[in-house]
């Protein structure tokens, strides 16, 4: 699972109180804007999921090995593993410095529209770097460069006002509103948050919780939330603050949802210690796993949330093979299945 950067997002906290265009551009942007999406989505036809977050440029030093300036970043992540599933629309910002290469990765998954990606040529774009220890449970950040998060959030374009199936990527809870603001006809609704928001926007994260359906928390943040440990009793106390389910995800130990109709438990794929080549992505990924399967179901059943997990974790264990989306570009939905077929048999107990 990826570590979250905290004391650098600060700033971000900050702007957003002199920063609340969020969606707004020019009239004569938007028209343009508005003609080439008309266009993009009568050729790729309805796309019902949309997810918004970050696009970054990782570095990454693990005891497998070292890359530099590969893509990262929430939206990439989840929107690669997601598209194994539907078609998914992503919402985020680049700098005049983003790698062309990044782009054709991008463009590598067949179901990814990329008409909300705004490039920002006198900007820079959003870069990461970590280091993981010997057993990759852990990490240190080295660098977080905030980049084009320290502007206004990118626009949500007028094509994409009919998507279905919303997931907030980890940022400020008063910019997840807003962005959600963008679609009150939506069916689902599902939100990331991390500690620094807990501790610095309570009271907006508290409001964006009666906004949405569902919350992705890892287990540390949700006892923080709560000041429960217990992450199924934690869950069901941030139910009470207005979501549908919670998943708490735990890392090498899997995942938990809490919802009103239950409780499951989702074990990790086992993949052998060695096959662990780079943790970087895999939350995100889940994710994409969990939504993509959602949102081409349409099954919103306690079963079928259990069956987006199994394929949320099924994706994830391709992104730790690999650095950056190497695991997930070389896969294809057949490697999937087979893969979601090994681990239904692996995690039967009746």
Not at 37 to 66: E, N, R, W, Y
Not at 166 to 176: G, K, R, S
Not at 268 to 289: E, I, K, L, M, N
Request: proline share 4%; glycine share 10%.
């Amino acid at each position: 699972m990826r570590q979250r950067a905290v004391g650098s997002w600060e700033s971000v906290a900050l702007l957003i109180e002199v920063r609340r265009g969020f969606g707004v551009a020019g009239d004569a942007e938007l028209r343009a804007q508005s003609s080439k999406q008309a266009k993009t989505a009568a050729i790729l036809g309805s796309m019902p999921l949309l997810v918004t977050g970050t696009i970054g440029i990782d570095t990454v030093h693990a005891p497998t090995g070292k890359v530099e300036r590969v893509l990262g970043g929430s939206c990439a992540y989840f929107a690669a593993a997601a598209s194994f599933q539907t078609r998914v629309r992503l919402v985020g910002a680049v700098g005049g410095d983003w790698p062309a290469e990044h782009r054709k990765v991008l463009r590598s998954f067949d179901n990814i529209c990329l008409e909300g990606l705004e490039e920002r040529p006198k900007s820079r774009t959003f870069a990461w770097g970590g280091k993981y220890h010997e057993n990759m449970n852990s990490r240190e950040t080295l660098f977080t460069e905030l980049g084009v998060l320290e502007e206004a959030p990118p626009a949500v374009p007028e094509a994409y006002r009919d998507s279905e199936y919303i997931f907030l990527a980890n940022t400020h809870p008063e910019v997840q509103m807003e962005l959600l603001s963008h679609f009150p006809e939506h069916k689902l609704a599902v939100a990331d948050s991390m500690d620094l928001w807990i501790n610095i926007a309570h009271d907006e994260l508290m409001q964006l919780f009666k906004k949405i359906d569902g919350v992705v928390i890892n287990d540390s943040e949700a006892e923080q939330l709560t000041d429960i440990a217990n992450p199924i009793s934690a869950a069901r106390k941030i139910i009470e603050m207005g979501p549908m389910f919670v998943i708490v995800k735990k890392g090498e130990h899997g995942a938990i949802l809490v919802h009103d109709d239950g409780v499951a438990t989702m074990p990790a794929y086992p993949a052998d210690h060695q096959q662990v080549v780079d943790p970087t992505g895999a939350g995100d990924s889940f994710a994409g796993g969990f939504m993509g399967y959602i949102a081409n179901s349409g099954d919103l059943s306690f079963h079928g949330l259990q069956t987006a997990m199994a394929w949320g974790t099924v994706t994830a264990s391709f992104v730790i093979e690999s650095f950056g989306l190497d695991g997930l570009a070389n896969a294809t939905k057949e490697d999937l299945a087979n893969r979601l077929k090994f681990f239904q048999a692996a995690a039967r107990v009746a």
